[in-house]
């Protein structure tokens, strides 16, 4: 006998991209629909920019540059999703996380008890050369819980 499935909590990663917008569409449409908490999360890969800086694409001066404007940029995602939810009457609470996607993502996971990750849908063939794809196909092989992939 399969076990029941309920969803209390939904997290949906928000990473600017159209993909990760239609996820957000999907997660708040849930939210409303099944009465579930929501929460957008951001995250800034550090790991990510210091390896740009030790192969010289960044240098010390442009990095903390560099994380300003994603950590702006990624307030403003946060933002519009946030708008969403509300022209659908659904409170979303917001995370912009500092750090790698495949450490933060289960930590919240993990203290915010989320039933359901909601990501933005990639092509398995860019895994290998997609910083995005990558991410996603990482959180996908190390959660705890369902994780649905909006197209």
Not at 20 to 30: K, L, Y
Not at 46 to 70: G, M, N, P, Y
Not at 113 to 139: T, W
């Amino acid at each position: 006998m399969p076990k029941s499935f309920l969803v209390n909590h939904i997290l949906v990663l928000v990473d600017g991209t159209e993909s990760s917008f239609h996820a957000a569409d999907r997660a708040i449409d849930m939210a409303r629909s099944l009465g579930a908490r929501l929460t957008a999360m951001a995250v800034i890969d550090r790991e990510t920019l210091h390896q740009l800086l030790s192969v010289k694409i960044l240098v010390d001066a442009e990095l903390s540059e560099f994380e300003k404007e994603l950590q702006e940029s990624a307030k403003r995602h946060l933002a519009t999703v946030r708008q969403k939810g509300l022209d659908h009457r659904v409170v979303i609470d917001e995370v912009l996380a500092t750090g790698s996607v495949e450490e933060t993502v289960p930590r919240e996971v993990q203290a915010r008890g989320v039933d359901l990750i909601c990501i933005g849908g990639f092509q398995s063939s860019r895994v290998a050369r997609d910083l995005l794809a990558r991410q996603r196909q990482q959180i996908l092989d190390r959660a705890a819980c369902p994780v649905l992939v909006v197209k």
